[in-house]
């Protein structure tokens, strides 16, 4: 199986920065998810990392790296909408089984 | 529009009755999923559907049942024998489970078991 770890909880100020970051354990990695979730509602897609590196997407970036097991999200200038739920999920092949398994998501607050 | 329904957004059952979730998807995905989200955890898998009429456990398939009848329908049933069932419950759909594809995920349907 898999062991995802993330913050449980960050703070931060209005137009400031933001890294959330994501260890993980497993056997046939074939990709990393960052998703965003607003309190009662549907996580929504931010970001696809499954080679080394840095993907940027607007404000949003999202970096990985396979030998240490470890991903990072980065949030810049930071919105008070900003503040949600962020999960990470790594996708796991077994035989030719595709599934994402989650990290516990780590809650964004961001003050004024 | 496209996109993935689920009704009700909130339910209520009795202890020891059955209750059915339904998610429709008309993305024409292929594989469906079901979730369970615990407060401070994260999501769960329940089951799984790579195409129709074809289903695989998840992690914690216990006292839950599935169909996959049609392509566009996964409904989910929380049975009596699930010990715990209150929970908020997700649906998701990627294009092919075996591709680079993000899960697109429904609103959610948080059941309350009285």
């Known amino acids: 199986g898999q062991n995802i770890d993330q913050p449980t909880e960050m703070t931060a100020t209005e137009g400031a920065i933001v890294q959330i970051n994501c260890t993980y354990q497993?056997?046939?990695?074939?990709?990393l998810f960052w998703y965003q979730q607003h309190a009662g509602e549907a996580p929504t897609f931010l970001s696809y990392?499954?080679?080394?590196g840095l993907e940027e997407k607007g404000r949003f970036s999202s970096f990985l790296s396979r030998s240490k097991g470890y991903s990072y999200l980065l949030l810049k200038e930071l919105q008070m909408k900003d503040s949600a739920s962020y999960l990470c999920?790594?996708?796991?092949?077994?035989?030719?089984?595709?599934?994402?398994?989650f990290g516990a998501g780590t809650t964004v607050t961001v003050r004024a | 529009d496209g996109g993935i329904t689920q009704s009700p957004k909130y339910l209520f059952r009795k202890e020891g009755q059955n209750v059915t979730l339904s998610c429709e998807q008309n993305?024409?995905?292929?594989?469906m999923y079901w979730y369970r989200q615990d407060p401070g955890q994260g999501l769960r898998l329940i089951y799984y559907s790579q195409i129709v009429n074809d289903f695989q456990k998840g992690d914690i398939a216990e006292g839950y049942s599935v169909s996959r009848e049609k392509k566009e329908s996964f409904p989910l049933t929380v049975t009596s024998a699930q010990k715990n069932p209150t929970a908020f419950y997700l649906c998701?759909?990627?294009?092919?489970?075996?591709?680079?594809?993000?899960?697109?995920f429904g609103p959610g349907t948080r059941l309350t078991v009285l």
């Open positions: 990392n499954v080679l080394d």
């Open positions: 999920a790594v996708r796991d092949v077994r035989s030719n089984d595709y599934k994402l398994s």
């Open positions: 998701a759909s990627s294009p092919q489970a075996g591709e680079n594809n993000e899960q697109f």
């Open positions: 993305l024409n995905h292929d594989a």
């Open positions: 497993t056997s046939g990695f074939n990709g």
